[in-house]
């Protein structure tokens, strides 16, 4: 049976929701040394505590008033994906290197070449990533990590954590929930990745805040590695299709005008088959992982496990009030 994290009652919200975030940000700093030391769990751990950073401040922003939250938001934004390409570019070389004993011989020396190009790449981005990222170092430290003393919870400290957890994870449940027919549309590769961003949400959500529930929201959380890893590998698997795509339609018009058929081509081409052909099984292992979340009940589990719905109504209405307040002072301030 499970508990309510309404029940439990812990510090004032404010003083909780800063210590979240300056934890989240003392997580950021420890791994910045070896996230620009050539060092790819570092980079991959920089990005996933970059993410939480930016998730927290997502759960956040609608329920208090900080001045630094939208560019907090822009500087992560830009750090995850400078990380982002950098994870993306070491998945592909590394697809190539396990494919290139399996390929036919004479595509031997092109699918070399094309694995050179790509490391030189990869090179490139990383030379780069100090110069994208500082910037967002030096604002988070400088700026919003010292000013959040001035943040203020707009409902008020009459509304706990405890509330504004069960309106956050309830609010991700819905989001996760709504994308979850993209697993019906295979060919919607977009669609399928906002339901992965949507599960990453309500993962961490219920992570973050397992320590106000009384049952074990950490164990529900778990219950998304499934579908979130099997999503990844068709996540993975379509970003090569994208990445020969976009070599190949580089690389075309060059091909059309001499008829000059390099081995780097005839690589690429045979690499797209190759990696086409195996995508129709990691869409059936990803619908395969829905279906069973969804005959589990893992949603109405997860609703049983927060608070009467009275109650997350409730904060939600303040919420609305509160913003609708917010826009109407903000017009007349412009009147």
């Known amino acids: 049976m499970f508990g309510s994290i309404y029940s439990l ?3 004032t919200p404010a003083n ?3 210590s979240i975030l300056r934890e989240h940000f003392a997580c950021i700093r420890l791994q ?3 996230a620009f030391s050539d ?3 570092g980079r991959r751990e920089l990005r996933n505590s970059a993410r939480k950073l930016l998730y927290a401040i997502e759960y956040f922003k609608p329920l208090v008033d900080y001045e630094h939250f939208d560019k907090a938001q822009g500087s992560l934004g830009v750090m995850i994906q400078a990380l982002g390409e950098i994870c993306d570019e070491e998945i592909f070389i590394k697809s190539l290197t396990k494919i ?3 390929a036919p011989l004479g595509l031997l020396v092109g699918i070399k070449r094309l694995i050179e190009e790509r490391k030189s790449y990869l090179a490139s981005l990383v030379d780069n990533l100090a110069s994208l990222c500082d910037p967002t170092f030096q604002f988070l430290e400088a700026t919003f990590l010292t000013g959040l003393d001035a943040l203020q919870l707009i409902l008020g400290e009459s509304v706990t954590l405890n509330q504004i957890a069960c309106q956050i994870i309830s609010g991700c449940l819905d989001d996760m929930t709504s994308a979850s027919t993209a697993l019906y549309r295979p060919s919607k590769t977009r669609t399928s990745h906002r339901l992965r961003i949507s599960l990453r949400k309500l993962r961490y959500a219920l992570a973050l805040f397992s320590s106000y529930s009384e049952t074990d929201l950490r164990a529900l959380s778990t219950e998304l590695n499934a579908l979130h890893i099997t999503l990844g590998k068709l996540r993975d698997c379509d970003l090569k ?10 690389h075309h018009a060059q091909i059309h005008t001499r008829a000059d058929m390099t081995s780097e081509w005839q690589a690429a081409v045979w690499l797209m088959a190759d990696i ?4 129709p099984k990691r869409y059936r292992n990803a619908l395969a992982a829905g279906q069973d979340l969804l005959a589990s009940a893992f949603a109405s589990r997860v609703a049983n496990a927060l608070v009467l719905p009275s109650v ?3 904060v939600r209405t303040q919420i609305a009030d509160s913003s609708r307040l917010a826009i109407r002072t903000n017009q007349e301030l412009r009147t």
């Open 9 to 11: 009652s812990r510090h």
């Open 16 to 18: 909780e929701i800063r």
């Open 32 to 34: 910045r040394a070896d």
């Open 39 to 41: 060092s790819t769990q």
């Open 100 to 102: 290139e004993p399996e």
């Open 241 to 250: 299709l994208n990445t020969l795509g976009d070599w190949l339609t580089e």
């Open 276 to 279: 086409f052909e195996g995508r």
């Open 312 to 314: 997350v109504e409730e």
